[in-house]
């Protein structure tokens, strides 16, 4: 039925989706509502780092990404302090 046209009786998809938003619409009311409120604290507050796959096989979870880092950091001041005696 390529090419054929709906009946002008029959409602189209995106007409009736719409008809439905409208029946919620009024039970929210965002009058008071600030855009952004959240973001700064939430920015913050977060580090978001994406692993390569590889690397991510190897850290199963976030602790364990961290456990790592932190004996980096140790093994590159030990280096470091090694240097400068």
Do not use: C, I, W
């Not at 439905?20 to 039970?27: E, H, L, N, Q, Y």
């Not at 952004?36 to 920015?43: I, M, N, V």
């Not at 390569?52 to 990404?65: E, G, L, Q, R």
């Amino acid at each position: 039925m390529r090419g054929s046209r709906a009946p002008k009786n029959e409602e189209r998809m995106s007409q009736a989706k719409n008809r439905k938003a409208d029946v919620f619409r009024g039970d929210y009311d965002f009058s008071g509502a600030v855009r952004g409120k959240h973001h700064a604290a939430y920015t913050a507050g977060s580090n978001v780092v994406v692993l390569d796959p590889d690397v991510a096989k190897a850290f199963p979870n976030a602790t364990s990404v961290n456990r790592a880092l932190r004996m980096l950091l140790d093994v590159a001041k030990k280096q470091r302090s090694k240097r400068s005696a």
